[in-house]
């Protein structure tokens, strides 16, 4: 998720300063937000002008506003699918991808270790939503570890199918001393 975004949507609540916000995208999401980064994104947001920066309070603290730019920009974003082209790389399909190409590297071995992992996850996540009288955005994000836990094991056991299937191509000649050296 984009922390602009994230904090902007918080912002259209009411005037946060910085700990403030990091506290309700943690309390909202789920995700962790390093400080540093909350008053980064700040300041780009303040240069950006998409919020402003408020008169500091009794206790010293500087809380920010979303300003009428900040509103139209986060609107736009609620309003904008997001592209599967936007997303970052998969770095468990580039891993396996890797692993059946990769000499030496038994990609059963790292299937299994994935599946392992994230059969743990998705225990956790059902134990925290068995536990959980969290807020809607809680149980949402969560609802969505848990789909994305389900659906990764769904396509390990396709991947573990197409390993048990595939027939490997003979090594190049060269490539065949150079297995038969090690």
Not at 26 to 50: C, F, H, K, P
Not at 98 to 123: F, K, N
Not at 164 to 174: D, E, M, Q
Request: net charge negative.
């Amino acid at each position: 998720m984009s922390v602009k975004y994230g904090l902007l949507a918080l912002l259209e609540r009411g005037p946060m300063y910085g700990y403030q916000l990091r506290a309700a995208f943690e309390e909202s999401t789920g995700g962790a937000l390093n400080i540093g980064q909350v008053y980064t994104t700040l300041s780009r947001l303040e240069r950006d002008e998409l919020v402003r920066a408020l008169d500091e309070n009794e206790s010293g603290q500087r809380p920010y506003e979303i300003t009428d730019a900040g509103r139209t920009d986060l609107k736009t974003w609620f309003a904008t699918p997001i592209s599967r082209s936007d997303r970052p790389r998969d770095e468990l399909a580039i891993k396996l991808a890797l692993a059946v190409t990769t000499p030496g590297v038994d990609a059963e071995a790292v299937t299994q270790a994935q599946r392992t992992a994230t059969m743990r996850a998705l225990q956790e996540y059902t134990r925290l939503k068995s536990l959980s009288d969290a807020d809607l955005a809680w149980r949402l994000v969560l609802e969505s570890m848990i789909f994305q836990s389900e659906a990764e094991i769904r396509w390990l056991d396709h991947c573990e199918a197409m390993l048990a299937s595939h027939t490997p191509k003979p090594l190049p000649a060269h490539a065949e001393q150079e297995e038969t050296a090690r």
